[in-house]
């Protein structure tokens, strides 16, 4: 059974830090592509940053410079740091496994930035 469970979400003042982490299970989590999406309300799921199983990342034009994804394959962990952040960033984030064509979702954590 796979399991993707996401941590670290929180309400942050806008300027301010976080790391998310994503610890995996029910996978050769190695092999596969990881990756941060999110959802703001009202809006479609994007993108935020991936990571490929050599440890290639890229990020969305809207978090660079500020987000950087990594990860630790011995300890089956994905993280997401994320600086200076901006109202903008508000939404629910989530974790993603994805490998031969297969997508597994963790449950999502939320990320609230306001003063």
């Known amino acids: 059974q796979v399991q993707l469970v996401e941590s670290g979400g929180g309400l942050v003042q806008p300027g301010g830090s976080l790391t998310l982490s994503c610890a995996a299970s029910g996978i050769i989590f190695s092999l596969h592509r990881m990756a941060w999406y999110r959802q703001a309300p009202g809006k479609e799921r994007e993108l935020v940053a991936n990571?490929?199983?050599?440890?290639?990342?890229n990020s969305a034009d809207s978090v660079k410079g500020r987000f950087t994804i990594s990860r630790e394959n011995a300890k089956k962990m994905v993280y997401l740091r994320m600086n200076n952040l901006k109202p903008e960033d508000t939404a629910v984030y989530y974790c993603?496994?994805?490998?031969?064509?297969?997508?597994?979702w963790g449950q999502g954590t939320q990320v609230t930035v306001s003063s």
């Open positions: 993603c496994a994805a490998n031969l064509g297969y997508t597994y």
């Open positions: 990571i490929t199983s050599g440890g290639i990342t």
